[in-house]
């Protein structure tokens, strides 16, 4: 019994911010859809700006649960500037919380609302979120020779034409570095050393496509790339072994003490222009990844493991920052609950929003 509420209070910790994520998903898309419909005949600048603004409430709703609630150190190294940029964002991927830390450092800049996402394909299924990212601007991009480069060209052109403020994350390893499948691992590796690369151990050989075609299509826009390195602390075994990083429910469940970011700022006149060399450049700027996580983890010097080089912030996330959006967005699902027209409204938006929203990305990348 005693085993059994223990459980019980453990999965608690992550139902409850969950449920309020997932909830409130409807009134937000009902919120975005009206004011989609709304802005039809305006030009689509308006319309970015306050999807923006909307984009940035449902977000920082999100941020509370997993800073504030959580109570996980964010540790900031490098030079992250203070005022927002249109920008790249390139960093390594191991888990689903690697979204949430772009989240993380563009609300400290004030530009959450401006982020958006280079995805895998599979992602626009989900339901009424797979949809509304594509709305938002981001883009979904299918892998090796599938790879669509004019389909992507042309959704970013739409957005610098519609002057859309540009946070663009993108994971160029394509997929995550998980230590319990090593022969993704290994392929990577393998292939590095086919092609006359450097090796890497702590993440996969990038791809260099959907990077180059985002920085070519924007060089005019940007004003420089972000090279993010991050490191999820207690991710090592009893043997000094790398584990696999936190999922979602693991970090709300408050498994991750710390999480430290090493943000490197790239000027765009110091990127190679041609995909052959720039695709060089990608793989060195993975290289420095490499040896930021080898001290991280495997440091000889215990004192040195488990932090990154150089100085670095304890950086604290404000409740004025989360809290009114939470109270916002959970106080108008609640009443949309309270009446039986708000439920079947609720309802309904969760079915005919996920059918609408798969058939428009079926159609309409």
Same mark, same amino acid.
């Given at each position: 019994?005693?085993?059994?509420?223990?459980?019980?209070?453990?999965?608690?910790?992550?139902?409850?911010?969950?449920?309020?994520?997932?909830?409130?998903?409807?009134?937000?898309?009902?919120?975005?859809?009206?004011?989609?419909?709304?802005?039809?005949?305006?030009?689509?600048?308006?319309?970015?700006?306050?999807?923006?603004?909307?984009?940035?409430?449902?977000?920082?709703?999100?941020?509370?649960?997993? #800073?504030?609630?959580?109570?996980? &150190?964010?540790?900031?190294?490098?030079?992250?500037?203070?005022?927002?940029?249109?920008?790249?964002?390139?960093?390594?991927?191991?888990?689903?919380?690697?979204?949430?830390?772009?989240?993380?450092?563009?609300?400290? &800049?004030?530009?959450?609302?401006?982020?958006?996402?280079?995805?895998?394909?599979?992602?626009?299924?989900?339901?009424?979120?797979?949809?509304?990212?594509?709305?938002?601007?981001?883009?979904?991009? %299918?892998?090796?020779?599938?790879?669509? #480069?004019?389909?992507?060209?042309?959704?970013?052109?739409?957005?610098?034409?519609?002057?859309?403020?540009?946070?663009?994350?993108?994971?160029?390893?394509?997929?995550?570095?998980?230590?319990?499948?090593?022969?993704?691992?290994?392929?990577?590796?393998?292939?590095? #050393? %086919?092609?006359?690369?450097?090796?890497?151990?702590?993440?996969?050989?990038?791809?260099?496509?959907?990077?180059?075609?985002?920085?070519?299509?924007?060089?005019?826009?940007?004003?420089?790339?972000?090279?993010?390195?991050?490191?999820?602390?207690?991710?090592?075994?009893?043997?000094? &072994?790398?584990?696999?990083?936190?999922?979602?429910?693991?970090?709300?469940?408050?498994?991750?003490?710390?999480?430290?970011?090493?943000?490197?700022?790239?000027? @765009?006149?110091?990127?190679?222009?041609? &995909?052959?060399?720039?695709?060089?450049?990608?793989? #060195?700027?993975?290289?420095?990844?490499?040896?930021?996580?080898?001290?991280?983890?495997?440091?000889?010097?215990?004192?040195?493991?488990?932090?990154?080089?150089?100085?670095?912030?304890?950086?604290?996330?404000?409740?004025?920052?989360?809290?009114?959006?939470?109270?916002?967005?959970?106080? @108008?699902?609640?009443?949309?609950?309270?009446?039986?027209?708000?439920? %079947?409204?609720?309802?309904?938006?969760?079915?005919?929003?996920? @059918?609408?929203?798969?058939?428009?990305?079926?159609?309409?990348?």
């Amino acid at each position: 019994m005693l085993l059994s509420l223990v459980l019980h209070t453990y999965s608690m910790r992550y139902v409850l911010p969950a449920a309020v994520m997932m909830g409130t998903a409807p009134t937000y898309v009902l919120a975005w859809g009206a004011w989609r419909l709304l802005s039809a005949v305006l030009p689509a600048r308006f319309y970015r700006e306050v999807d923006d603004r909307l984009y940035t409430i449902y977000q920082s709703m999100v941020l509370f649960f997993f #800073e504030n609630y959580t109570g996980v &150190q964010v540790i900031i190294y490098g030079d992250l500037p203070k005022n927002k940029e249109n920008v790249i964002y390139l960093s390594n991927h191991q888990c689903t919380v690697d979204w949430i830390i772009a989240d993380m450092l563009a609300i400290r &800049q004030n530009a959450l609302g401006h982020v958006r996402y280079v995805l895998k394909d599979g992602l626009k299924w989900l339901p009424l979120y797979g949809w509304y990212f594509s709305q938002h601007g981001g883009v979904y991009v %299918k892998r090796s020779a599938k790879f669509n #480069e004019k389909e992507m060209r042309e959704k970013l052109r739409a957005q610098m034409k519609a002057e859309t403020p540009m946070y663009l994350v993108i994971f160029p390893e394509g997929t995550r570095y998980n230590p319990e499948i090593p022969k993704v691992i290994a392929d990577s590796q393998s292939f590095a #050393e %086919k092609e006359g690369l450097a090796i890497l151990k702590h993440v996969l050989t990038p791809r260099v496509k959907a990077t180059h075609v985002a920085i070519d299509s924007m060089k005019d826009y940007l004003d420089a790339v972000y090279d993010v390195t991050v490191a999820y602390e207690g991710t090592v075994d009893h043997k000094g &072994q790398r584990k696999l990083a936190p999922s979602m429910t693991e970090f709300l469940c408050k498994e991750c003490p710390r999480v430290h970011i090493f943000i490197d700022r790239i000027e @765009l006149k110091d990127i190679p222009e041609e &995909q052959m060399y720039m695709r060089r450049w990608l793989h #060195e700027r993975f290289e420095i990844k490499d040896k930021l996580l080898i001290e991280f983890y495997d440091a000889k010097d215990s004192k040195r493991r488990n932090k990154f080089p150089g100085k670095s912030v304890h950086s604290k996330l404000s409740l004025k920052k989360t809290l009114p959006s939470l109270l916002f967005l959970g106080g @108008l699902t609640a009443s949309m609950l309270l009446t039986e027209s708000g439920r %079947k409204l609720y309802v309904k938006t969760w079915i005919y929003g996920t @059918l609408i929203g798969c058939l428009w990305v079926s159609i309409k990348p």
